[in-house]
Structure formats: C-alpha cells, structure tokens
C-alpha cells in the first residue's frame, strides 16, 4: 500500500508499459481511509492520460462501522 507520494512517483514508471490495461489499487492502509483517499486521487488523477480501467482491492482493510 503506497502513500500519495510513492504512486505520484510510480505511477509513470508503471503506466509506460503499453501492456497495461487495468491497474489495481490495493486499499487499506493502517493510516486510515484518509490515505487510501489521498492516494486513490493520485492514481485517479494520473490514470486519465491512459486508457485503463481502475479497480480497488481492500483485502480486509476496510470495514462497514
């Protein structure tokens, strides 16, 4: 699980392979949902500039209370 800063800095590293088509995002990080926001935002922001789809993985780290 990244924070913000670490997927503004990955995510071009990962987004040049052609090959992808749908980047998971894992969720759940022990810095709260407040994290999880801030660094879906930058995969969200970013993906725009590439034709892939998002999908969120919370293995367990999200809750329904």
Avoid at 33 to 43: L, P, R, S, T
């Amino acid at each position: 699980i990244m924070s913000p800063e670490e997927a503004r800095e990955r995510l071009p590293l990962i987004l040049q392979n052609q090959g992808i088509r749908t980047l998971k995002v894992k969720m759940g990080s022990n810095a709260g949902i407040e994290a999880d926001k801030a660094m879906y935002q930058e995969v969200f922001d970013y993906h725009k500039k590439y034709p892939i789809s998002i999908r969120v993985y919370a293995n367990g780290g999200w809750s329904v209370d």
